[in-house]
């Protein structure tokens, strides 16, 4: 059977066998970080969404989420970006699957930078470019681009949570702006 066959929207748990793993075992996830480029290729603004946080507040995130059984890392990857910046977006994939950092989140705050008061997740980020149209989808509240000096120079990185902020400085210093 070839890999487009296989059912990754059935391959998850239920809920209560879910927060029992989550107990358990850490869970593997992506963290992407949607970027337009200039026509060299260098990042000329970030996308951050605006969603609400699991303690109620409005917070800005990046795309982020679970890769589900018999899920490649590029189908999660286009999974994610698809399901928080709508169909259109088309984003670039890394021709290698190689991130450009590792998130260890904990729910135990202060072991690492990055915290998930629902499990223990190792997250593999990447730089998404998007060539489409965008728009906030699902739960997302709202999907604005940052230039990146707008971006370094405002407080928009402080209304991340959870570590993303790192993520994003992450990338930014990877891309050899910071």
Do not use: C
């Not at 487009?4 to 850490?26: C, H, K, Q, S, V």
């Not at 800005?60 to 679970?66: E, P, Y």
């Not at 928080?84 to 699957?97: K, N, T």
């Not at 681009?145 to 959870?162: I, N, T």
């Amino acid at each position: 059977m070839s890999h487009t066959a296989i059912d990754t929207e059935g391959a998850w748990f239920e809920p209560d066998r879910i927060a029992e793993l989550r107990r358990r075992l850490p869970i593997p996830y992506v963290d992407l970080v949607p970027v337009r480029t200039d026509v060299d290729g260098s990042i000329a603004e970030v996308g951050l969404l605006l969603r609400a946080s699991g303690s109620g507040r409005i917070v800005r995130a990046i795309v982020s989420g679970r890769i589900l059984v018999h899920e490649t890392i590029r189908e999660a990857i286009v999974r994610h970006v698809e399901k928080d910046l709508g169909p259109m977006a088309m984003p670039r994939i890394p021709v290698s699957p190689v991130p450009f950092t590792v998130a260890e989140y904990f729910p135990t705050p202060g072991i690492s930078p990055f915290h998930d008061p629902r499990q223990h997740a190792i997250s593999m980020a990447y730089i998404v470019p998007v060539d489409g149209e965008t728009a906030p989808q699902e739960d997302a509240l709202d999907l604005a681009w940052y230039e990146v000096s707008e971006l370094l120079e405002s407080q928009v990185l402080d209304e991340l949570e959870g570590g993303h902020d790192v993520i994003v400085r992450r990338a930014l210093a990877h891309a050899g702006l910071l």
